[in-house]
């Protein structure tokens, strides 16, 4: 199931000698596509440049223990994806509702957002914004990053038919929100 690069990565990596190249290598190799995935479910660049640091943290203190028993990129998407998961359980304890949370969220994209930006783009991500912490996940995974069911189910320790039921009530609530707005 390891791709040829993965196997050099971690080779590498499991070589003392070899270890900072090893681990540079799989920071160069899956930096940005991790980044993306962090960034568009926290939506500020500050608060996913701090999720990719934690999850490369956490990458280089466990990577001994990757089994290889999934693709690396879904391992390393479900550490990223844990470390969002931390950070909106953080921001509940001071925000009083999931809703709150969210609401955050739209705002941090309307004040990051270009004053000639693309109004539909906003609005859709505004869409994706309002959907529940799990069905928002889903949608991201297997719309932006074209993940399969079965990888996103490694990634989010879910059933497939869950993930299916999950992405086509993210689709709709989407489209009803888009039609709506």
Not at 56 to 64: A, E, G, H, Q, T
Request: charged share 30%; net charge negative.
């Amino acid at each position: 199931m390891i791709e040829t690069k993965d196997e050099e990565i971690l080779s590498m990596f499991r070589e003392q000698s070899t270890r900072s190249k090893g681990f540079t290598l799989l920071m160069n190799s899956y930096n940005q596509r991790i980044y993306w995935h962090i960034r568009r479910l926290v939506v500020s660049h500050e608060d996913a440049q701090d999720i990719l640091q934690e999850t490369f943290i956490n990458v280089y203190n466990n990577l001994d223990s990757f089994a290889g028993e999934s693709k690396l990129y879904t391992w390393l998407y479900r550490i990223a994806t844990n470390e969002c998961i931390r950070l909106f359980r953080n921001r509940k304890k001071f925000l009083a509702s999931h809703d709150e949370v969210n609401e955050k969220l739209i705002n941090t994209l309307y004040d990051t957002s270009a004053a000639d930006g693309d109004e539909i783009l906003i609005k859709f991500q505004e869409a994706v914004l309002r959907l529940p912490e799990k069905q928002r996940m889903v949608f991201n995974l297997r719309y932006y990053d074209e993940l399969s069911y079965e990888e996103i189910s490694q990634i989010l320790d879910s059933s497939v038919a869950t993930l299916k039921t999950n992405y086509h009530y993210a689709s709709s609530k989407i489209k009803e929100f888009m039609i709506n707005a």
